[in-house]
Nanobody, 122 residues
Framework: VQLQASGGGLVQAGGSLRLSCAAS????????MGWFRQAPGKEREFVSA????????RYADSVKGRFTISRDNDKNTLYLQMNSLKPEDTAVYYC????????????????WGQGTQVTVSS
């Protein structure tokens, strides 16, 4: 499956952004989808994941209550709604696909998008 992330940008602290990840190739609904992020000088970290049907989700503690992951299997698209953004959310955000249910570790993911930059100013 090929993944293309978009929707990043520059936003002030407290603002919102919605990231999208368009999938093509193999059947999107067969994959658990996740969002990860990587800040300069830091390792890539888990943000959120969603099950095949969208019925189950998981979030990193740092984004819980502020970010919402969702998917539209008819449109082959994954979303991440980010509210109440903080400067520490600044990173390149990546979408990824796996067959491991609600995986949180990067090594479990087989396919990765190219990343989209999110910058939150204070």
């Amino acid at each position: 499956v090929q993944l293309q992330a978009s929707g990043g940008g520059l936003v002030q602290a407290g603002g919102s952004l919605r990231l999208s990840c368009a999938a093509s190739g193999r059947t999107f609904s067969r994959y658990v989808m996740g969002w990860f992020r990587q800040a300069p000088g830091k390792e890539r970290e888990f943000v959120s994941a969603i099950s095949w049907s969208g019925g189950s989700t998981r979030y990193a503690d740092s984004v819980k209550g502020r970010f919402t992951i969702s998917r539209d299997n008819d449109k082959n698209t994954l979303y991440l709604q980010m509210n109440s953004l903080k400067p520490e959310d600044t990173a390149v955000y990546y979408c990824a696909a796996t067959t491991v249910n609600i995986a949180t570790m990067t090594r479990n993911y087989d396919y990765w998008g190219q990343g989209t930059q999110v910058t939150v100013s204070s």
